[in-house]
């Protein structure tokens, strides 16, 4: 067939931007211009968490923590299920765990919450560790479900031995002295491990995670024993969810067997699915709009969860690579029709 | 039978296939041969419409987006956007790449799965035939999927793309992995297939030796353009195929 009688066609073309290209090594120092290419998202993300409470009421000021904590969690699960491969339900868990040990701290020895926060991280992320270390063999579905299983477990454990105040939980823990220290905390803590993370998975370590995710066989060979990584990257992820359990424990003073609620376990997922696989940045804006979002849903009663559900299916139908993916193509690349 | 004109396949920016124009025609056995990377199994989707369910996943994800522009034509109609399943029913059947038979269900369950789209006794007529094509297969009747040889399972491959009752069977490497003598045997049975039943076949392979003398017609593929057609004897006899495929 000839050129001519055909029609002319065309096809988009999709291209990344010169200045992407630009900013990707130590080119990027060159000129201001690049340098706030890279500067204003990060920034407009800094400078938009950090502002917040400023133009919050109270009631908002408190939902803004407990969407830190699911940002927490949120940055965890995308972190264990995009880059080692683990997808891990078990963020109740994380958060019981924390919240009993800084709840136990605070109680029995009395120690002030600036002091149980740090050691209740630790501890409860190596207690974490531990009991999620015989199931680091399994994979996907398994792994997911053993992990989901801890929290359950571990409420009716409390329940049946009536051990740290049973269903009524521990009360009267020390609070923060007021609510800019509560919010600034938790605010900093995902700054602080969102950047973190993003360092991590760029480095060594970060490379050797992605490799077990795609084929651990391959990196067995190599000589590297997953195991050890994968515990490594257990307890990373632990430690943010055992902190985020710490936090709450004194951000109401109160510590009880709804702190293995399965909210935790499931909300970060929503938001990992709406904000965008993979991108560490995207979970931790996907809860800061899902946890809101919840609340503002309050006014349907009952019918907030049909809302909600609504608003998730539409996200999973219609734009399934999640938000951040879709603003990062935009960010970064052009399109323009092109005719062949 | 199958007209392919001006086709072209990007994926994202990078050309996989540029402007291809090929015709396979009725009751012969067409070849494409090419390179790794030369664009056939891109060509061998997009005939069978896997390519429109890798671009809608694609879409989904955020990846890759495939452009596919041009026009294939199967007996007369356009099938461009044609659904993979509703190509199927037309008679375009693929035999894919790497085998992909179902590991876990038994060699006469993997036939009997092919043989969806056939009527019951076109279903019973075309299992003794694979039996007899193949008689391998006949005494494995029970054995999984996933524990047969390389060899058992191409042939298992084929059969089942037999049993769907095809006009156009397209096999996309079928000699992937194979040793010297079970590549001479299935191009025989190709061979004998075609002769025997009259579909129309069309083969993709990189490795054309074995190939080359049963079909009638065929294309050479480089870095997604067609760069040579001609019967198997003008093929056979170009000096450039000669020193690429033979080694001469």
């Known amino acids: ?340 | 039978m199958l007209e392919i004109k001006n086709l072209m396949v990007f994926y994202e920016n990078a050309i996989a296939i540029n402007n291809i124009n090929m015709k396979c025609e009725g009751g012969k056995v067409t070849g494409i041969f090419g390179a790794n990377s030369a664009g056939k199994s891109t060509l061998m989707y997009t005939i069978s419409g896997i390519i429109l369910d890798v671009k809608k996943k694609e879409e989904m994800k955020g990846g890759e987006r495939i452009t596919i522009l041009g026009n294939i034509i199967f007996e007369g109609t356009d099938i461009t956007y044609l659904k993979p399943s509703e190509r199927a029913k037309k008679g375009i059947i693929l035999c894919p790449e790497r085998r992909r038979i179902f590991a876990e269900s038994s060699t006469l369950e993997n036939l009997k799965i092919g043989a969806y789209l056939a009527t019951k006794t076109q279903a019973k007529k075309t299992l003794e035939y694979i039996y007899t094509i193949f008689p391998p297969l006949k005494n494995l009747k029970s054995r999984e999927g996933g524990f047969l040889s390389g060899g058992e399972q191409q042939m298992l491959a084929i059969g089942r793309a037999l049993m769907a009752q095809p006009k156009l069977l397209l096999l996309d490497e079928p000699l992937l992995g194979l040793s010297p003598m079970m590549e001479g045997m299935l191009a025989r049975s190709i061979h004998d297939i075609n002769l025997q039943t009259g579909i129309t076949i069309l083969i993709s392979e990189q490795y054309a030796r074995p190939i080359l003398p049963i079909v009638h017609h065929g294309y050479v593929l480089e870095n997604g353009g067609a760069v040579l057609e001609g019967s198997s004897q003008e093929l056979m006899e170009n000096p450039d195929v000669k020193s690429a495929y033979f080694g001469l």
């Open chain 1, 1 to 340: 067939m000839s050129r001519e009688t055909s029609t002319i066609q065309r096809r988009k073309e999709r291209l990344d931007r010169g200045i992407k290209v630009r900013t990707e090594g130590l080119y990027a120092l060159t000129s201001w211009r690049e340098m706030f290419y890279l500067l204003v998202p990060r920034t407009l993300l800094i400078f938009g968490l950090l502002l917040s409470p400023f133009f919050l009421e109270m009631y908002w000021q408190r939902v803004l923590c407990q969407a830190g904590i699911y940002a927490l969690l949120a940055l965890g699960f995308d972190f264990l299920a995009e880059y080692v491969g683990l997808v891990c339900l078990g963020g109740a868990f994380f958060i019981g765990s924390g919240a009993y040990l800084s709840g136990l701290l605070n109680a029995k020895l009395g120690w002030a919450p600036f002091f149980t926060i740090p050691i209740a991280t630790v501890a409860g992320a190596v207690i974490s560790t531990l009991v999620l270390l015989p199931c680091l063999r399994l994979r996907g579905i398994y792994f997911a479900i053993i992990s989901f299983m801890f929290p359950l477990l571990t409420v009716y454990i409390i329940i049946a031995l009536n051990i740290f105040g049973g269903t009524e939980g521990i009360t009267a823990l020390a609070t923060f002295p007021n609510i800019w220290v509560d919010q600034y905390l938790i605010l900093g803590g995902v700054i602080i491990a969102l950047f973190a993370l993003r360092r991590l998975v760029t480095e060594d370590i970060g490379l050797i995670l992605r490799s077990i995710k795609d084929n651990d066989q391959a990196v067995k060979a190599s000589g590297i024993s997953i195991t050890s990584y994968k515990t490594k990257a257990v307890f990373i992820a632990a430690l943010l969810g055992c902190f985020g359990g710490a936090y709450l424990s004194h951000l109401y003073g109160w510590v009880g067997i709804s702190q293995f609620a399965l909210d935790y376990s499931i909300l970060p997922i929503a938001a990992t699915v709406m904000g965008g696989m993979g991108t560490l940045v995207g979970p931790v804006i996907g809860a800061f709009i899902l946890t809101p979002l919840s609340e503002a849903l309050r006014g349907f009663g009952q019918m907030r969860v049909v809302v909600y559900c609504l608003i998730l299916i539409g996200f999973i139908v219609y734009k399934p690579e999640g938000l951040m993916n879709v603003l990062q193509r935009k960010y970064h690349q052009f399109e323009h029709w092109e005719e062949v």
